[in-house]
Each structure stands twice: as structure tokens, then as C-alpha cells.
């Protein structure tokens, strides 16, 4: 007897290469089965899952679930209550504030979340960040402590950081990640007031060469400077080679970081990115950004529109992920005997709002919508959403600002 199966969906699991109709059984907190026709009378509870999609628990590389002094709203609008099992908080505390990270979040959360440890010790006044500010030490000796939610080096490179202290933060990451074997996720994209310059490509260039094999970049498609393309269009040829030797390449759209002209000039000069995160805020307000709630099930439309499979956009939320932050043992696959993490959605017909950040909108025809979410065998429907028309993108008819 299991204690739950899902019925009639089509499991989708790029780790095991299944895209078919099968019942998926869970018994207590592992996967005990996928397998055509389980009987319904060998399940405790049994839940329908027909014209579905039944996937490894999506992953969100890139979220805020924390905002250090700030904290209000609840972790699991950007997880379990939006179809999310796994979020990675990308650099929302530091060494200082990493106890209390774990004192908000953890209690409350039903949510899997990691953390990417800030290389500045205090994230309290992110705005007022200075070169004195690093601390390779303390990050060390949280990552080394704290295994088990720290996960990477979170470091952010555009135009305040670059003419306060050159590259000297990135390098420190690098230093700090290099001593506890962890990743550095880069973000790029000049963020900020618009009257400041922007980065120097050279500046991208040596930036991104000093990063390793499994470091990830973030922001692949912002239309920022400071980027992925030089004034002209052209892709900057160290994002290439960053790419063939092994640095991953994440597309999070956050307030400003998705633009449809940018996204389709980087892939038509055959940069194809690793893996969709969100950079969701769900404590919006704090210095520049506002919005920020664009949630993973909805941004994954996006995906669609460029001309991704569904395979694709799973595997980018699932397997790829779990390979970056190193937990594909436990999370990104419906292997048997691996936690019950899993995500039902479906895929729904229609016309749909995809608005960038620089205002451009695209009616999509197809969006994803979170159905339940399954965390540790244990079954949570969808929460309340943070827009009005639900959790996928909102009806062509009822235009979004852009970032909403």
C-alpha cells in the first residue's frame, strides 16, 4: 500500500528521459514508483492527475525569500505555494545576517530553501555596500559550518560596484568559493540609476574570464548594459568561452533583467542557456526594485514563446539546477527512492501578456499554471497569488506593466 498516488498524468523527468502517461506512488517521504496503470486501490489517497504534467519538484536558482531588517512576507510565495519545491535565496544575507536568514526562513518554510552566501558581510543597507565591506573569512566559515543550506558565492558586477572597487568583489568571491568548494553565481546587468555609465564591455570580458568551470552568470537575456552584447549587438566573445568551458548561464528576469530583442539576439549567435530563475523579490520596495513577482511557472511561458519545449524548460528548472548547487542526489529527478519532491501543472490554451522589461509586449499562447506541489510526500495546494488573475501570466486583455 503507498500512501499516495498521482493518476493519468504525463510524467515528464528529462533525468530519466520520461515523457509518457504514467502513476507516480509515494510512500512516506520517498518516490516508491512510475509505472503505468498503479492500481487505485494500492493508494491511501489517490489523486487525479489526468491532462496534467507531473515533474521532479521545479527549482528556482534564483529567488529573494529574505530582505535583512525587512522580512515580512512568507518564503513559500516564490515555492510551494506557486509549484515551486526548491528555491536557491541568491545573496539576500551575508555572513551577518546569515542567522537571521535561517531564524525567518527555515521556521516557516515549507519550501526547500538554499542560500548563495553574499560576499559582503551585512546586507542591512545593500546600497550602502563599500570595498571594506568583503569579508572572504566569515563567508568561509558559514559555508563551512552550514553545508547544508549554503550553497554558492553570490556577487553582483555592474556599474556602482565596478567604479567603487574594480573587480576586487569578484575576485574575493572566487577566493572564498574556491576555499570551500562551492559555486560563484555573477550576476551582470548595469541595475540603478540610468544616468550612471555603463560597465565596459572589457570590463564583462575579464569579469567573466576569471570565473571556472560550474560558476554560474545570471541574467543571460537583460537588456541592461553591462552584459551579455556589446553596444553594437554582438555577443561579447567571452560569454562564448565561458560557455565551452563549463561556466552555466541562468535567464532571470527579476524587475529588469528580460527583453525579448535581447533574448533572441543571444540565441541566434548560439547561446543557449542552462537554466530559467526568476530573481523573484517577495519583499518588493527595497532600493530599485518594486515588483519583482513574476513567480517560475509564469516566466517559464516566456520560454515557450522563444520556441523551448516543455523537455527543455523542465530539465532548466529541474535536473540543471540540481547539477549547479550540487543536489541531484536527493532533488531533480522521480527516480525511485529519492525524496517525493514533485510539481503537477498543466499547460493552458490561450492568449497571454508577456511583457519585458523595456515595456515590449508578446501574446503568448500557451502558459503553465501550478495545479499542486508535492514537498516531502506531503500535498500542498496552490497559496494565494500575488497578482489578481492567478499564477501563470495575466490574459492579453488585461496588459501587465512590465516586471509584474
Given at each position: ?5 498521482l493518476k ?31 492500481s ?20 528556482d ?8 531588517g525587512?522580512s ?19 545573496g ?17 518554510a515549507k ?10 558581510r551585512?546586507r ?40 567603487l ?39 564583462i570580458?575579464r569579469?567573466l574570464?576569471i ?20 553596444p ?21 528576469y ?24 526568476t ?33 527543455d ?39 497571454w501578456?508577456l ?6 509586449s ?6 503553465l499554471?501550478?495545479?499542486?506541489t ?28 512590465a516586471?509584474?
Amino acid at each position: 500500500m503507498y500512501d499516495l498516488v498521482l493518476k493519468g498524468g504525463t510524467v515528464l523527468d528529462p533525468s530519466q528521459g520520461l515523457n509518457e502517461k504514467m502513476d507516480v506512488a509515494v510512500t512516506g517521504d520517498r518516490i516508491s514508483l512510475v509505472a503505468p496503470l498503479i492500481s487505485r486501490t494500492e493508494g491511501a489517497r489517490v489523486v487525479e492527475a489526468l491532462g496534467k504534467y507531473v515533474t521532479p519538484g521545479l527549482i528556482d536558482i534564483h529567488a529573494h525569500v529574505y530582505d535583512a531588517g525587512r522580512s515580512v512576507n512568507h518564503p513559500d510565495t516564490a515555492g510551494v505555494r506557486s509549484g515551486v519545491t526548491t528555491v536557491v535565496d541568491a545573496g539576500s544575507a551575508g555572513p551577518a545576517n546569515f542567522q537571521d536568514f535561517c531564524d525567518f526562513v527555515m521556521p516557516q518554510a515549507k519550501t526547500r530553501v538554499y542560500c548563495l552566501l553574499n560576499i559582503f558581510r551585512d546586507r542591512t543597507n545593500p546600497l550602502d555596500t563599500k570595498e571594506s565591506d568583503i569579508d572572504v573569512d566569515e563567508v568561509v566559515r558559514v559555508a563551512q559550518e552550514h553545508p547544508d543550506i549554503v550553497k554558492g558565492v553570490k556577487v553582483l558586477v555592474y556599474t556602482r560596484m565596478v567604479h567603487l572597487m574594480g573587480l576586487k568583489h569578484l575576485e574575493a568571491a572566487k577566493d572564498a568559493a574556491r576555499q570551500v568548494g562551492l559555486p560563484v553565481m555573477m550576476h551582470m546587468g548595469d541595475i540603478g540609476p540610468k544616468d550612471q555609465p555603463p560597465t565596459p564591455t572589457e570590463v564583462i570580458g575579464r569579469a567573466l574570464s576569471i570565473l571556472d568551470a560550474g560558476d554560474i552568470v545570471t541574467h543571460l537575456f537583460t537588456p541592461l548594459t553591462g552584459a551579455a552584447l556589446d553596444p553594437e549587438g554582438g555577443l561579447l566573445p567571452e560569454i562564448r568561452d565561458a560557455q565551452d568551458r563549463g561556466v552555466l548561464f541562468d535567464t532571470s528576469y527579476g524587475d529588469f533583467n528580460f527583453g525579448w530583442e535581447r533574448a533572441e539576439r543571444v540565441l541566434a549567435q548560439g547561446i543557449i542557456p542552462d537554466m530559467i530563475g526568476t530573481d523573484i523579490e517577495v519583499h518588493p520596495g527595497a532600493g530599485y526594485r518594486t515588483v519583482s513577482t513574476r513567480g517560475l511557472m509564469e516566466y517559464a511561458s516566456f520560454f515557450l514563446e522563444l520556441g523551448f519545449s516543455l523537455e527543455d524548460i523542465v530539465r532548466m528548472s529541474t535536473l540543471s539546477p540540481s547539477k549547479a548547487i550540487d543536489i541531484e542526489d536527493r532533488s531533480g529527478s522521480l527516480a525511485v527512492g529519492r525524496e517525493a519532491d514533485l510539481s503537477v501543472f498543466e499547460v493552458v490554451e490561450g492568449q497571454w501578456d508577456l511583457s519585458d522589461a523595456t515595456g515590449v509586449s508578446r501574446t503568448g499562447t500557451r502558459a503553465l499554471v501550478p495545479i499542486l506541489t508535492v514537498r516531502e510526500g506531503q500535498i500542498i495546494e496552490p497559496g494565494e497569488a500575488p497578482h489578481s488573475w492567478g499564477w501563470g501570466p495575466p490574459p492579453a486583455e488585461t496588459p501587465a506593466r512590465a516586471g509584474v
